[in-house]
């Protein structure tokens, strides 16, 4: 899982010196560490065509450092990015498709991997039945089986259905209280699901995303079908939250897509929200990202019909700066 706060600190790092190989490498083209190897050479008569070639050896080391084979088995990613410079190698694993490419520049190619951050999906699923229940933690499309220590169990209370969701919903609020910024989404029927949203006091159950069942069970082999579903919810309910956020910043004038405005705002640190259309990416808005997300600012990368203006950047300012 790769964070904000690991590309930001990774984009402020005193010691940092370019020029810079960012390198996005997919598991389905790249399959082995000789290819691997094959990939390192393409990239040397690339650097040596653009850079000194004395510079070469800090770089090549870096790169045949890194173990492959490990990354690929161990993390059980898509892929991974590295970037490089002069001083100091950073990785990061990939979960969703990614092509393979190898960028050299004076500063990091970090928007594919901004993609991949906001894409990055970390819920439970809380599949509540009359009289029983199971929890799944969903990290993107990993699906685990959250084992239930001394749960409530409805035979002890005489099947009383009101009595045992209360305390579903107390056991939720005691087993995952460290964990605040993991939400749980609701899977169950109508009626199950009207009841427990009655009594419920968890405000980590979500009740804007959710899951109507059929019937009364979930099939494991359901179980996928079900996350998709939840997802598409997420990144609907993000891309809404997106336009609210933005018609209401322009309400108080806190808004612009002005390229030249956005330019100074990023330098200036007044940027809270940087939207780009990822159909007109270019150099200038991978700069700005890294300069945005310096200054502790978010980056979302969207496609045209998902910008919440027609603009190929945007952004919400801070309203104190």
Same mark, same amino acid.
């Given at each position: 899982m790769t964070s904000t706060i690991e590309l930001r600190n990774m984009l402020t790092l005193d010691y940092e010196i370019g020029p810079f190989i960012s390198v996005y490498v997919s598991f389905d083209e790249i399959t082995n560490k000789e290819e691997y190897f094959n990939l390192i050479k393409n990239i040397k008569t690339k650097f040596? =065509?653009?850079?000194?070639? &004395?510079?070469?050896?800090?770089?090549?080391?870096?790169? +045949? +450092?890194? &173990?492959?084979?490990?990354? +690929?088995?161990? %993390?059980?990613?898509?892929?991974?990015? *590295?970037?490089?410079?002069?001083?100091?190698?950073?990785?990061? $694993?990939? $979960?969703?498709?990614? %092509? #393979? +490419?190898?960028? *050299?520049?004076? #500063?990091?190619?970090?928007?594919?991997?901004?993609?991949?951050?906001?894409?990055?999906?970390?819920?439970?699923? *809380?599949? *509540?039945?009359? %009289? =029983?229940?199971?929890?799944?933690?969903?990290? %993107?499309?990993?699906? $685990?089986?959250?084992?239930?220590?001394?749960?409530p169990i409805s035979i002890l209370i005489n099947d009383d259905q009101k009595k045992f969701y209360q305390l579903v919903d107390e056991y939720l609020t005691k087993q995952f209280s460290d964990d605040d910024y993991v939400p749980t989404v609701l899977v169950a029927n109508e009626e199950n699901s009207n009841l427990y949203f009655e009594i419920a006091k968890q405000n980590k159950v979500l009740k804007n995303i959710n899951y109507k069942t059929v019937g009364e069970k979930i099939s494991e082999d359901h179980l996928d079908k079900v996350v998709k579903d939840i997802n598409t919810q997420f990144y609907a309910e993000g891309i809404h939250n997106n336009h609210f956020n933005y018609k209401k910043a322009a309400a108080n004038n806190t808004v612009s897509n002005d390229l030249n405005e956005i330019i100074s705002d990023a330098i200036a640190g007044k940027i809270d929200t940087l939207f780009i259309n990822e159909e007109k990416y270019n150099h200038t808005y991978n700069d700005?990202?890294? #300069? $945005?997300?310096?200054?502790?600012g978010e980056v979302i990368v969207l496609s045209k019909e998902h910008m919440p203006v027609n603009a190929d950047c945007a952004v919400i300012n801070r309203k104190y700066v």
């Open positions: 040596n =065509n653009k850079y000194d070639e &004395n510079l070469w050896s800090k770089y090549e080391r870096k790169l +045949k +450092k890194f &173990n492959f084979e490990k990354d +690929k088995h161990i %993390n059980n990613g898509s892929g991974f990015a *590295l970037f490089i410079s002069v001083k100091a190698v950073h990785s990061f $694993t990939l $979960t969703q498709p990614i %092509n #393979t +490419k190898v960028i *050299l520049d004076d #500063t990091m190619e970090i928007l594919p991997l901004v993609k991949e951050i906001q894409s990055e999906l970390h819920y439970r699923i *809380l599949i *509540l039945e009359k %009289n =029983n229940f199971k929890i799944y933690r969903i990290d %993107n499309n990993k699906i $685990t089986e959250i084992k239930l220590v001394n749960k700005l990202a890294i #300069t $945005t997300i310096g200054f502790a």
